[in-house]
């Protein structure tokens, strides 16, 4: 994965959880990289990146987490992770992924991106199968808040124009 893409990727997700989140604590673990077949900690939402540059983000986080999030950025104590709380963390995934795009846009890089799928459950494996995303490691940003820890990670590449 090329350098240019990660401070991007880091600041798109510092500035859109500092927004939801009122302005909350953000703390920054140390970016890794991990294969892109990986167990999920519970709730994720993943975004389908294509053009000049195809691949997908992953927003990964715990149940508890999600709802945390969910709460706190409709301004109301979610008591489970129902049809709202799905849609809001569906939606921090797409203002994240959007800031991201928006500086790739500024890099001279078209981009657009896949409407955001919600995977929920426990003991999950994302991996990708085939496709253009096959054998890219992931970018892992992991974000600790007042909230619980989020795992966004982003596996991308520069589309093969030969």
């Known amino acids: 994965m090329r350098v240019e893409y990660i401070n991007p990727f880091v600041k798109a997700s510092f500035r859109v959880l500092k927004d939801v989140l009122g302005g909350a604590d953000i703390k920054r673990g140390d970016l890794y990289l991990k294969s892109t077949a990986m167990p999920v900690m519970g709730v994720a939402v993943l975004v389908g990146l294509a053009g000049d540059v195809e691949g997908r983000v992953l927003l990964d986080m715990t149940l508890e987490t999600a709802i945390n999030l969910a709460s706190v950025m409709n301004g109301e104590k979610l008591p489970s992770f129902d049809d709202l709380g799905k849609s809001t963390i569906s939606e921090l995934a797409n203002l994240i992924t959007g800031q991201f ?21 426990q003991q999950m494996e994302i991996s990708a199968l085939s496709g253009s ?13 007042e909230y619980g820890k989020i795992e966004i990670n982003v596996a ?6 030969s």
Not at 156 to 161: L, T
């Open 101 to 121: 795009v928006t500086m790739l846009h500024e890099l001279n890089f078209q981009v657009d991106i896949t409407p955001p799928t919600l995977f929920v459950g």
């Open 133 to 145: 995303t096959n054998n890219v490691e992931a970018l892992i940003v992991p974000l600790i808040t």
């Open 156 to 161: 991308i590449r520069e589309k093969d124009r």
